[in-house]
């Protein structure tokens, strides 16, 4: 099937040089109250979220992204990006650092969890507030971009580090700086040796697209090899503009994957799942993770259950290709790290012998050979660099 891409529904008030200028977008960001009555209807729910003020995660969403929310207050992007009265209630488990950050958190702004690469939160401004946010013990605090003093701790660090080869550029969102910003910052990581990858982990894509303009390619080209790690979560976040934007980083050599997060009443069901990863697939795009919602504060009605996850991942094996299928996983809270989510097929083992039950309820046995047989082979010119991937964060 060839998929099609709807326009953002843009009101007739804007210009479209307006619309389709990212900078434009963020100047007119709804934050408030009042921002919001003006483009929707609110509840009751939501009307006693924004009197919370200052106790409530930060609001704010683009007008873009707003266009894309019906006024049913059920409508999955209005979930996403509206608070809700739920924030406030005592949850199953609320943790204010679900991922354990604060605790690999060896110089300003890098999070060292993972032994070859770090986190580099260059900013903690996002252009909208997704309420399931992971990181709201620093996203949205509104300190911009890294102070200069800590920028040359951060730098330092990753420099005196040799093991480290991957650095992810994460926030808030990365490509909320400028692209002189992001140039300098793209420039002194590559100026590091041992600095393989880089990954720029965002949301713009999907909540601002025009933010992929031609001269931002060009400085992620310039810096190659620069991985973009976007994160949609929904089939109706795939407008025409998102489609384009999406197509621009793949045309210019940029590899996207996508990362989403399951979400309760949102985009938990197989149907759904499977529209998003197939359109993602189309333009070019892996889906990569298939996230867990974390236990982050005021998440717990975004929530689904691991059960539900993996009924939906069981549905989908066998329907939907090994490119279309991201991986189910599970960050274990206190930075336990990630932990695949599998259905398990093997319903019996004896000995050598495994025995199955496949997606479509063919049985059959895999004979595994003895271990005396098993022989490895000569990696003697490899060995030196597996050992030092493994000592690398000592
Ligand atoms: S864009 Fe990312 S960092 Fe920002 S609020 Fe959304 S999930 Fe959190």
Redesign the pocket.
């Known amino acids: 099937m060839k998929f099609t891409f709807p326009k953002s529904p843009k009101p007739d008030s804007v210009s479209d040089s307006d619309w389709n200028n990212w900078t434009w977008q963020l100047r007119q960001s709804l934050k408030t109250q009042s921002d919001f009555e003006k483009v929707f209807t609110l509840t009751d729910n939501e009307r006693v979220a924004f009197s919370k003020g200052k106790e409530l995660f930060n609001i704010r969403t683009t007008p873009y992204y707003a266009s894309l929310a019906g006024d049913d207050p059920q409508d999955s992007i209005r979930q996403i990006l509206m608070p809700q009265r739920f924030e406030f209630e005592d949850g199953l488990q609320q943790m204010l650092d679900p991922l354990g950050e604060r605790k690999n958190n060896p110089a300003p702004r890098v999070i060292h969890r993972y032994s070859d690469r770090v986190l580099f939160l260059v900013t903690d401004i996002?252009s909208?507030?997704?309420r399931?946010?992971?990181?709201k013990h620093f996203?949205?605090q509104e300190q911009a971009f890294i102070r200069n003093d800590e920028y040359e701790q951060a730098l330092s660090y990753i420099r005196s580090h040799p093991g480290i080869r991957e650095v992810i550029l994460s926030?808030?969102?990365p490509l909320t700086i400028s692209d002189a910003q992001l140039d300098r910052v793209l420039g002194d990581l590559r100026s590091i040796d041992h600095v393989e990858i880089i990954r720029i982990g965002t949301?713009m894509p999907v909540v601002c697209p025009m933010r992929v303009t031609d001269e931002l390619v060009a400085i992620l080209r310039k810096h190659k090899p620069v991985f973009l790690m976007s994160?949609f979560n929904h089939p109706n976040e795939l407008t025409a503009e998102a489609a384009a934007a999406l197509e621009k980083f793949v045309d210019n050599g940029v590899p996207v994957m996508n990362q989403m997060v399951l979400l309760n009443g949102i985009n938990n069901h197989p149907a759904i799942v499977q529209a998003l990863n197939r359109r993602l697939v189309y333009l070019r795009v892996k889906p990569y993770y298939m996230f867990q919602c974390d236990p982050s504060q005021g998440t717990d009605h975004l929530r689904t259950s691991v059960e539900d996850s993996l009924e939906i991942q069981k549905e989908l094996w066998g329907h939907l290709s090994g490119l279309a299928m991201p991986n189910l996983s599970v960050d274990i809270p206190n930075g336990g790290g990630k932990t695949y989510l599998v259905p398990n097929f093997q319903v019996a083992q004896e000995g050598l012998v495994r025995k199955y039950v496949g997606w479509d309820g063919v049985q059959a046995e895999y004979v595994s050979p003895a271990a005396k047989d098993i022989k490895k082979p000569d990696a003697s010119r490899y060995l030196a660099e597996w050992e030092s991937l493994k000592a690398a964060k000592s």
Request: net charge positive; glycine share 20%; aromatic share 14%.
């Open positions: 996002c909208v507030y997704c399931f946010c992971t990181r996203t949205g926030g808030g969102d949301r994160h």
